[in-house]
């Protein structure tokens, strides 16, 4: 297995459960992690327990391409390469066809799927130039197996697994990997503003989910993990 010592590591989405777990995770193995999200205080929050300096975090809308862009400027104005990039972003909305918006699908869509392509936009090239890297992005099980309700979601995740899937296809001569991460329930703040009935207990904690990411961020020179599926027993309500 490689080792993730040293490596320039972009996580988007590190003000989240499991976004957060990961930077810990990474960072006391020695990566040189760089950390974005939605929520500045949050941002900070993280980075202080880190001890990461401030110029090492930048807040970022994926949905808006300015916003990913300041994302890609403040990035390389301190690392030279990006050896790692980590989308852990997402919104959940989670209702029935009936109660969903028009504003609700966009937003999923924005959020989960434009932004995951604009990320892509932005840092794919410079993984290009070196010909290796590796970029993970989290669909979840519902980006491969729907659940009712979940219309807005699905649709968006998934897009993001034909998307990457596609881009996959168009990197087949270079060391660059493409790794989707099917994670089932994961008990992290994402289940806040859900109104669905779910046993939390039974979920898989955000560390344990950080743990898998921070194993795929290790995959062997000979291979590639093309996807893996983590998922609790069972945690929906009865």
């Not at 998307?163 to 996959?168: E, L, V």
């Amino acid at each position: 297995m490689e080792s993730v010592k040293g490596k320039h590591v972009l996580i988007v989405g590190a003000t989240g459960g499991i976004g957060a777990a990961t930077a810990r995770l990474l960072a006391g193995s020695g990566a040189q992690v760089f950390l974005a999200g939605r929520n500045a205080e949050k941002l900070q929050q993280v980075a202080t327990s880190l001890q990461l300096p401030s110029n090492r975090i930048c807040v970022v809308d994926v949905s808006q391409a300015a916003s990913v862009e300041g994302l890609r400027t403040a990035y390389f104005s301190v690392f030279p390469a990006i050896d790692v990039l980590i989308n852990a972003t997402g919104v959940g909305i989670i209702r029935p066809v009936e109660q969903l918006s028009e504003e609700d699908f966009i937003t999923s869509l924005h959020t989960n799927l434009l932004g995951s392509f604009l990320l892509v936009k932005a840092f794919l090239p410079a993984m290009k130039e070196t010909k290796k890297g590796l970029i993970i992005n989290i669909p979840g099980v519902l980006g491969k197996v729907p659940m009712a309700g979940a219309a807005a979601y699905s649709a968006s995740k998934y897009g993001l697994t034909g998307m990457m899937q596609s881009i996959r296809e168009e990197l087949k001569r270079t060391d660059i990997r493409i790794t989707n991460l099917f994670l089932g329930g994961v008990d992290s703040p994402f289940w806040d503003q859900i109104d669905l009935r779910v046993q939390r207990e039974k979920m898989i904690r955000s560390e344990e989910a950080a743990k898998a990411i921070w194993f795929l961020c290790q995959q062997p020179a000979s291979g590639v993990v093309s996807e893996m599926v983590l998922q609790p027993f069972n945690h929906q309500a009865i």
